[in-house]
Nanobody, 115 residues
C-alpha cells in the first residue's frame, strides 16, 4: 500500500500562484509515475500533469506554460508550481501515483481561484 499526502492548497486571486506538494510514504519504492489530477466542481476528474520516473513529463493543454511539475524520486515527492492561476483552475487537486499496474490517490486539496 502507498500513502500519498498533499499540502499547499488554498484561496488565491486570479493571476496568483500556488505550490502543491505531495509525499509518498510507507513502502514508497519503484514508483513509475507521480503527478496531479483535478476535479472541478460538477465535472469529472482530469489530468493536470504527470512525471515519469526517468524524467519525461506530460501536461494538460489547459495548463501548459503556467504549471510546472517537479519530482524528487529519491524523496518520493512531487510538486506542482501553479502560476497565472485562473478561476477555471478552481478544483480539488489529487496527487496520483502508479507503481506497476497499481494506482494510488491522495485525499485531495482544494484550490480556489477567486477575487
Amino acid at each position: 500500500q502507498l500513502h500519498l499526502v498533499e499540502s499547499g492548497g488554498g484561496l488565491v486571486q486570479p493571476g496568483g500562484s500556488l505550490r502543491l506538494s505531495c509525499v509518498a510514504s510507507e513502502n514508497a519504492f519503484g514508483i513509475d509515475v507521480m503527478g496531479w489530477y483535478r476535479q472541478p466542481p460538477g465535472k469529472q476528474r482530469e489530468l493536470v500533469a504527470t512525471s515519469l520516473r526517468f524524467g519525461s513529463s506530460r501536461y494538460a493543454d489547459s495548463v501548459k506554460g503556467r504549471f510546472t511539475i517537479s519530482r524528487d524520486s529519491a524523496k518520493n515527492t512531487v510538486h506542482l508550481q501553479m502560476n497565472s492561476l485562473k478561476p477555471e483552475d478552481t478544483a480539488v487537486y489529487f496527487c496520483y501515483s502508479k507503481r506497476n499496474s497499481d494506482e494510488y490517490w491522495g485525499q485531495g486539496t482544494q484550490v480556489t481561484v477567486s477575487s
